[in-house]
């Protein structure tokens, strides 16, 4: 029983549930990347270079001889693969840039002098009349 106790004190920690939310948002993000560059962004470049679709490039290294199928180099997949990365890549790097800015602006922030004591405005008190006196 101790050890359920020690996994459930595990798994309730804000950070584990806040990784497993981050987790799952990010699988979401990248079926959402995944979708722009094969949907959204591919299309178009195929179609400005003649009408070629992406996941369809691959140079043929062995033609298919009966069962056997052919072995192929499929480089669109890959170039898809790389777009998706430049994407996230991108996407994060805004998200850290706009973080870093939004905590810089937080610690920029002037903040006020601690108020002093009674002790303290005395003692500057009579350090001001005694610098006065010379």
Not at 38 to 55: A, E, H, T, W, Y
Request: net charge positive; glycine share 6%.
């Amino acid at each position: 029983m101790k050890i359920l106790h020690e996994f459930k004190t595990f798994a309730m920690k804000g950070n584990v549930i806040d990784m497993a939310v981050g987790i799952i948002i990010g699988a979401a993000f990248g079926k959402i990347v995944s979708s722009l560059v094969n949907d959204v962004i591919m299309p178009p470049i195929g179609l400005l270079i003649g009408g070629v679709n992406f996941s369809d490039l691959s140079i043929v290294m062995k033609e298919a001889v009966g069962e056997n199928p052919a072995v192929s180099l499929n480089y669109g997949n890959f170039l898809q693969v790389i777009f998706n990365f430049l994407i996230v890549a991108w996407a994060v790097f805004l998200l850290v840039k706009f973080m870093n800015h939004a905590k810089r602006k937080k610690e920029e922030a002037p903040i006020a002098p601690p108020a002093l004591s009674k002790e303290e405005a005395l003692l500057s008190e009579i350090r001001d009349i005694l610098k006065n006196r010379n």
